[in-house]
């Protein structure tokens, strides 16, 4: 297993793939939505991705688009708060 990324790399990969998707972390966190534990396990999640790079690289691509890529190892978690968000609107 090779090591896992930096934290405050992937702490804003994951804000940006957040951004992008047009999901709101930080409100989801501070509305009880996201568990101080389930953000972790996000940042977690995504330290342990391969991919990275290219997480970077599509980020720079993508600014808002409905869901994360396939690649996206907290592709579901994003679609899941996203999907409350909007139910909360």
Known sequence: MPPLGKIMTHLRLVLGMGRA?????????????????????MVQTCRA????????????????????PK????RARLAALRRKQKEDE
Do not use: F, P
């Open 21 to 41: 998707t047009g999901t709101d972390i930080v409100a989801a966190h501070e509305e009880g939505r996201l568990s101080q534990e389930d953000w972790a396990g």
């Open 49 to 68: 991705c391969e991919d990275a790079g290219g997480c970077r690289a599509w980020l720079d691509q993508n600014e808002s688009v409905e869901d994360a």
């Open 71 to 74: 690649s996206c190892a907290n």
